[in-house]
């Protein structure tokens, strides 16, 4: 089964400020594995994907991801946060097998602030 | 480019009304979707289909009923709206996915329906 826990409901930083936001998952199999932005009243933009070609992934905005199969972590970071990254950003588990496939397990979600 | 479309964008029921959500996409995509995004639960899968003609149980399908007889369009359908239904629905459509990890396509999301059921 696949689950996917966001181990902050809200991340607080200052503009300039490195940001990292974390996540679990859990899976059966390997997984594909993604970070989605939603800003306020606006539907998910996809931030980047992993798929198993590389553990680092570079995603859009700056924001990169490292995945660590011996720590089952997905995590996001940015090097110095903008104004424009105040969102809730959501960790996703693809689950690609069965009749299920392309089906996505939601994390619940982080609230980013971020200060002047 | 429109993407993925939703309409209406806000809309009041009262209870034991029904209505209709319209998801309408123009990327050629064989897979769509219906969440729904509720606070603090992330998104929950509500219905989905892998094609024209074919729809499929998600998560939370109680309540809900949907038809995909276009492929650009995906509809999902209350019968009898209840308070429980209030929330933010998402449809998102995708290209197939395959079993290779490589095949995994990410899903493209409308801007969502509110929805408040009185």
């Not at chain 1, 009749?99 to 200060?115: D, E, H, I, M």
């Not at chain 2, 094609?51 to 009923?65: F, I, M, Q, R, S």
């Not at chain 2, 629905?89 to 929805?115: I, K, M, V, W």
Request: aromatic letters at 10%; glycine letters at 8%; charged letters at 20%.
């Amino acid at each position: 089964a696949q689950s996917v826990t966001q181990l902050d409901s809200h991340v607080s930083v200052s503009e300039g400020t490195p940001v990292l936001l974390r996540c679990n998952y859990s899976s059966s199999y390997s997984p594909s594995l993604f970070w989605y932005v939603q800003h306020p009243n606006k539907g998910l933009q996809l931030l980047l994907k992993y798929t198993s070609a590389a553990t680092l992934v570079k995603g859009i905005n700056g924001f990169e991801a490292e995945f660590k199969k011996s720590e089952t972590s997905f995590h996001l970071t940015k090097p110095s946060a903008h104004m424009s990254d105040a969102a809730e950003y959501f960790c996703v588990v693809s689950d690609r097998r069965g009749s299920t496939l392309g089906r996505l397990y939601f994390g619940r979600g982080t609230q980013l602030t971020v200060w002047p | 480019n429109a993407g993925v479309t939703q309409t209406p964008k806000f809309r009041v029921l009262k209870t034991g009304q029904s209505m209709t959500l319209l998801c309408a996409q123009d990327m050629n995509h064989e897979y769509m979707y219906w969440y729904r995004q509720d606070p603090g639960m992330g998104l929950r899968l509500i219905h989905y289909s892998v094609g024209e003609g074919t729809t499929a149980k998600g998560e939370v399908p109680d309540g809900y009923n949907v038809s995909r007889l276009k492929k650009q369009n995906f509809l999902l359908g209350l019968e009898s709206a209840a308070p429980s239904q209030t929330s933010v629905y998402f449809c998102a459509s995708s290209h197939r996915t395959g079993r290779r990890e490589s095949d995994n396509q990410p899903q493209h999301f409308g801007d969502g329906t509110r929805l408040s059921i009185l």
